[in-house]
């Protein structure tokens, strides 16, 4: 019976000191500070100087709370693998993980509503992350570099995906933007090379220079009409697995925006489009061209050097030309409006 009671009372004392040691934070000595003189009583972390692969960053320093994470606090530290933020944390700085090439897990809590610039440039462990539901602002370039990444949760509160903010992101293969971006910047996707398809939200008024640039895995595009700001040079260069675009944005489309779609082959025009660069340069498969609309100018005629007056220009142009579908035989310049 003295054995059973032993045996009951250690069992107790374990369970009890299990969560106790589970919620232990590390040393407030692992950490220099930076007063924040923009958040009443906090303190920001400067600069991590421990030593340990999994941090735990406690959430008051010196009876302070810690509401940030400092430019370059944790950048460098390449052996780190896992990092806990606490609640109390509303920024992620600059570079804060800048090259943290181990780091496979980190947790942002939902008090988090800035990931600055180059937060987690370059942090190649990570394979997914989940951005809560508080975060308003990511950064330029926040998680470009991460090649391990392959999915990522962004929340509706996120309005803008800035520049480069998933450049080079090599093994990413799908994103949901959120219907209330508006803005997809320069470079924000490209060379998101295992990126499949993606969803353009009707809440999306700009495609900025070489968004999608290099993504080769993408085989469909639909540009929705809410695009009427601008849609960017070079937007799609390069997409070379893509075999349809549905343009239906009220704005020019610009140079180079489908350059060296290789496979493209089926394109259709929508009535909002009011004028074209040299935008399917290098498209040599393109056979089938709809026009739902009229143009005011483009110049189709330079994308395959054609000097025929059958070339796609002077067909669109001729008094039985105007909106419809033109075809064209593959490698030719001569087009027939179907």
């Known amino acids: ?48 100087i421990g030593a340990k692969r999994e941090v735990r960053i406690p959430p008051s320093i010196q009876n302070n709370p810690v509401t940030g994470i400092g430019e370059l606090a944790f950048g460098d530290c390449i052996n780190l693998t896992s990092v806990t933020i606490p609640n109390s944390v509303t920024i ?3 570079a804060a993980f800048r090259d943290c090439t181990k780091l496979t897990r980190i947790t942002i809590p939902d008090s988090v509503t800035i990931i600055d610039t180059s937060a987690f440039i370059r942090c190649t462990g990570l394979t997914s992350i989940t951005i809560p539901g508080s975060v308003t602002i990511i950064g330029e370039g926040a998680f470009e570099g991460c090649t391990g990444l392959t999915n990522i949760t962004l929340p509706d509160s996120v309005k803008r995906i800035r520049n480069g903010t998933f450049s080079g992101c090599t093994k990413l293969t799908s994103i949901n933007i959120p219907n209330r971006v508006t803005d997809i910047g320069d470079k924000a996707f490209m060379d998101c090379t ?30 929705p009409n809410s695009v009427t ?11 070379t697995s893509l075999t349809s675009a549905i343009i239906n944005s009220v704005t020019p489309i610009e140079s180079g925006a489908f350059a060296d779609c290789i496979n493209l082959n089926r394109v259709i025009i929508g009535s909002g489009v009011y004028r074209i660069g040299v935008a399917f340069n290098g498209c040599n498969n393109l056979t089938s061209i709809t026009f739902e609309g009229n143009i005011a100018s483009y110049n189709f005629s330079e994308n395959w050097n054609s000097t025929s007056s059958d070339d796609l220009r002077d067909k669109y142009l001729a008094s039985d030309g105007g909106p419809g579908t033109y075809k064209r035989f593959a490698g030719g310049n001569v087009w027939k409006k179907q």
Not at 196 to 223: E, H
Request: with cysteine; aromatic share 10%.
């Open 194 to 223: 295992k990126l499949t398809s993606i969803t353009i939200p009707n809440s999306t008024t700009r495609i900025g220079d070489s968004a999608f640039a290099g993504c080769t895995s993408l085989t469909s595009i639909t540009i």
């Open 1 to 48: 019976m003295k054995n059973k009671k032993m045996v009951l009372w250690i069992v107790l004392v374990v369970m009890a000191i299990i969560p106790v040691y589970a919620q232990q934070y590390d040393s407030e000595k692992d950490f220099q500070i930076d007063w924040d003189t923009n958040v009443k009583d906090g303190v920001i972390i400067s600069k991590y």
């Open 92 to 94: 992620i700085g600059m």
């Open 229 to 239: 700001e601008f849609f960017g040079r070079g937007a799609f260069a390069g997409c």
